[in-house]
């Protein structure tokens, strides 16, 4: 148990579906983040949330908005997704910020597959 | 540029052997961190060692260590006394000041028994 819960954790979904994957965090962290890990290439870095303000939007398309209404809890809202979309994406947490260097701590992951 | 680089797609240890995972990594920032984590076939990502960069000694848990090499900038981990439940990928990651973490391609580790 990391403490890091992501649901659901599979997902199958049309091109013209909206979703929403879910992240929460138990740890009192102050940071959560969102990756994406497709197969044969690093993690993706997504998008970070500092003390709930977005600090970090790596271009991600647009049809992947996300949310995040307090320090514990996470969203990736999902619209219009494409095929190449298909990949798992990992929430994480991680105390500190600023100069300070912390690890960060995982979800187990939804397994995202569009249709 | 590629900032984490992982040389070694496949490895394979004997049960009980130790075993070396590389890590090379690339920045121009003196204060920054170095993290491995293993991801088994179930997902989740379990973070296993950390080396921060003005760290003079090189960290250690159980039977994880890292071979921190700042001159070279490599961030090897050795894992001990290698046990069938340490088959799985291992990511080297590297965090610089703010949120900005860089993940390697990863390594897939199979203990043979």
């Known amino acids: 148990e990391t403490g890091v819960t992501q649901t659901p954790r599979h997902l199958v979904m049309g091109m013209t579906n909206k979703k929403s994957l879910k992240c929460e965090q138990h740890?009192?962290?102050?940071?959560m983040y969102w990756y994406k890990q497709s197969a044969k290439k690093p993690l993706e870095l997504m998008f970070v949330y500092n003390f709930k303000e977005q600090t970090e939007n790596n271009s991600v398309p647009s049809r992947f908005s996300p949310e995040c209404p307090n320090s514990s809890h996470l969203f990736l809202h999902l619209h219009t997704l494409q095929p190449e979309d298909s990949a798992l994406y990992l929430c994480?947490?991680?105390?500190?910020?600023?100069?300070?260097?912390?690890?960060?701590?995982f979800g187990p992951g939804t397994r995202l597959t569009v249709t | 540029a590629q900032k984490i680089t992982q040389t070694q797609p496949g490895m394979f240890v004997q049960e009980k052997e130790a075993v070396t995972l590389d890590c090379t990594y690339d920045?121009?920032?003196?204060?920054?961190?170095l993290f491995w984590y293993k991801q088994p076939s179930s997902g989740e990502m379990i973070f296993l060692i950390y080396q921060g960069s003005y760290d003079e000694q090189n960290a250690t848990e159980g039977r994880y260590s890292l071979n921190f090499q700042k001159a070279r900038k490599s961030a090897n981990l050795v894992i001990s006394a290698s046990q069938l439940g340490d088959s799985a990928m291992y990511f080297c990651a590297m965090r610089l000041t703010g949120n900005q973490f860089y993940f390697g391609t990863g390594t897939s580790l199979t203990v043979i028994p």
């Open positions: 994480a947490s991680s105390q500190g910020q600023g100069g300070q260097i912390h690890e960060q701590y």
């Open positions: 920045t121009s920032d003196q204060s920054y961190g």
């Open positions: 740890l009192g962290h102050n940071a």
